[in-house]
T-cell receptor
Framework: SQELEQSPQSLIVQEGKNLTINCTSS?????LYWYKQKYGEGLIFLMMLQKGGEEKSHEKITAKLDEKKQQSSLHITASQPSHAGIYLCGAETTSGTYKYIFGTGTRLKVLA | ETGVTQTPRHLVMGMTNKKSLKCEQHLGHNAMYWYKQSAKKPLELMFV???????ENNSVPSRFSPECPNSSHLFLHLHTLQPEDSALYLC????????????FGQGTRLTVV
């Protein structure tokens, strides 16, 4: 079965610093999704990537999907306390029927 | 606000109780999902419904019983749960089962005592 591995598991950065979170899949990704979760709450959709080499940005967050479609990165520029939370990558898998699987998440803390 | 509403937000139940979790979406989505989120584990897919039909049961114990009466509502009926079932239960919906992003509810924090 397909698995997603995220790194790092946790990250503490000073406000204003840049950071990158990685998501690696054991199989080719057909759809890669990035979500943000505040502790104990639901997931907020950030971005979806489908094509190899695709890059999308929203405000200070940029996500890329590599050409081979087995790794994605999420980059935050000039981090702010509002960026703090858990970032999860999710992917579609076609093992059996279409379904979404998720990585273990990266817990981000931004120090003011 | 994602358009997916879950109730209740918090639930404490005894191992002999019967309770239900409710999920509602008015986004016009056709696929709905139940996930379980435990500490330090990836989100675990439990059930998938597509156009009201169950398309996925990820080897979930029978003490969890889903129900999808229409495309807008999804329930998770709980009975004789175990303490290890304590977790955050998340509902999600998507336009289609595959190819589109899923929108999540705020979750129900379940504690089994």
């Amino acid at each position: 079965s397909q698995e997603l591995e995220q790194s790092p598991q946790s990250l503490i950065v000073q406000e204003g610093k840049n950071l990158t979170i990685n998501c690696t899949s054991s199989k080719t990704l057909y759809g890669l999704y990035w979500y943000k979760q505040k502790y104990g709450e639901g997931l907020i959709f950030l971005m979806m990537l489908q094509k190899g080499g695709e890059e999308k940005s929203h405000e200070k967050i940029t996500a890329k999907l590599d050409e081979k479609k087995q790794q994605s990165s999420l980059h935050i520029t000039a981090s702010q306390p509002s960026h703090a939370g858990i970032y999860l990558c999710g992917a579609e898998t076609t093992s059996g029927t279409y379904k979404y699987i998720f990585g273990t998440g990266t817990r981000l803390k931004v120090l003011a | 606000e994602t358009g997916v509403t879950q109730t209740p937000r918090h639930l404490v139940m005894g191992m002999t109780n019967k309770k239900s979790l409710k999920c509602e979406q008015h986004l016009g989505h056709n696929a709905m999902y139940w996930y379980k989120q435990s500490a330090k584990k990836p989100l675990e897919l439990m059930f998938v419904y597509n156009f009201k039909e169950q398309t996925e049961n990820n080897s979930v114990p029978s003490r969890f019983s889903p129900e999808c009466p229409n495309s807008s509502h999804l329930f998770l009926h709980l009975h004789t749960l175990q303490p290890e079932d304590s977790a955050l239960y998340l509902c999600a919906s998507s336009q289609l089962q595959g190819g589109t992003e899923a929108f999540f509810g705020q979750g129900t924090r379940l504690t089994v005592v």
